[in-house]
DNA sequence: AGTATGACGTCTC
DNA sequence: AGAGACGCCATAC
């Protein structure tokens, strides 16, 4: 186990802080972080997030409104199953009225 | 140790 | 405007 604070724990943080029934995508959180082009990280980063149950992984989208990697889930419905439950309508694998639960981290820092 | 790939996004042609 | 290639960091083989 390594305890350093690498760019998948930093993502790990900002998903954490993903209020119920938001989502973000992963270049939201890659722009967060610095990292304009390291979107795929985060996206991987999700699936080491693995580890860390507490990660909602469910609410992070690709900039579409995607469910990209609803087929990474235990199963491939669980994904919208979880954001239904939360209030996010999801249909066709792809979120509806995204940009209306879309949540940026970037928010924190302008409020704060 | 080096190569290949990955839950994306942006730039370039 | 549409399609293709690159880039980022880390893991896996």
Redesign the pocket.
Known sequence: M?AKE???DLVYQVVKLIPKGRVT????I?NYLG????????????????TDAEVP??R?V???GLL??????PTPTL?QELLAAEGVMVENDQIINFEEHFWDPILLDKET
Request: charged share 15%.
């Open positions: 390594k690498n760019y998948f995508s992963y270049g939201a890659a990292l304009k082009s390291g979107a795929r990280m985060v996206g991987y980063a999700m699936n080491a997030s693995h992984a469910h992070v690709n900039r579409k990209t990697g609803k087929h990474h889930f994904m």
